[in-house]
């Protein structure tokens, strides 16, 4: 089965702390990777693109080693309205396989 | 429109009932998806629909559920004979086109068998 595996935290983190999100994707023939942010009871919006070469989006770093199958996000100088549920997304032929989503809660 | 529009909102069945639900996808994208979410769980695809291809039934849990897109539009998602594990936000996004992974969702339909 391709599955996108993260674990669901909750990570609890203060204001201003570095905190780190990994995943792992099953189907090798994956081609393109995302991160997508839901907050509680909303919709799922794009948060950033990952690229092997790794990139970067103000606070956000997104890094993706197809070798191990593995990505990342690393949130810089968290702030409190970066809580919420990050959702680690791998490509299918035709549509996006979604993880079940790691939970953030920054607290002042 | 601006957005995906998915009505109703909240939807509240009895068991065995069938509902309809529907999306209005974003003026001018060819792909729309369906997906669900179930509490605590991760986005379910259901079912991808590509101009006028024929659609990727794929996800479809079982044949109480199908979909159509009419006019290469709006898209109504009905589900026979509801169960109460069919109680889920159901989520409809669309994209530009094929393979373009800047999805856009609605804010989805919650709901509820009892």
């Known amino acids: 089965r391709k599955e996108v595996e993260q674990d669901p935290g909750p990570f609890n983190v203060p204001e201003g702390a570095t905190v780190a999100f990994n995943c792992t994707y099953s189907?090798?023939?994956?081609?393109?990777f995302f991160w997508y942010r839901q907050d509680c009871r909303k919709e799922p919006k794009l948060l950033m693109s990952?690229?092997?070469s790794g990139n970067e989006d103000g606070r956000f770093t997104a890094q993706l080693n197809r070798a191990s199958q593995y990505i990342s996000l690393l949130i810089r100088d968290s702030k409190l309205s970066d809580s919420a549920t990050y959702l680690c997304v791998a490509s299918g032929y035709s549509t996006l396989t979604f993880g079940k989503g790691t939970m953030l809660l920054v607290s002042p | 429109g601006a957005g995906v529009s998915q009505s109703p909102s909240n939807k509240v069945t009895e068991k065995g009932k069938d509902v309809e639900l529907r999306c209005d996808p974003i003026?001018?994208?060819?792909?729309l998806y369906w997906y669900r979410q179930s509490l605590g769980q991760g986005l379910e695809f259901l079912i991808y629909?590509?101009?006028?291809?024929?659609?990727?039934k794929s996800g479809l849990p079982s044949d109480r559920f199908s979909a159509e897109r009419t006019g290469g539009s709006v898209s109504t998602l009905t589900i026979q004979r509801t169960q109460q594990e069919d109680s889920a936000v159901y989520l409809c996004?669309?994209?530009?086109?094929?393979?373009?992974?800047?999805?856009?969702f609605g804010s989805g339909t919650r709901l509820t068998v009892v």
């Open positions: 990952v690229y092997s």
């Open positions: 996004a669309s994209s530009l086109e094929w393979q373009d992974y800047g999805y856009t």
């Open positions: 189907n090798s023939a994956s081609q393109s």
């Open positions: 629909f590509q101009g006028n291809s024929a659609p990727d």
């Open positions: 003026s001018g994208h060819t792909a």
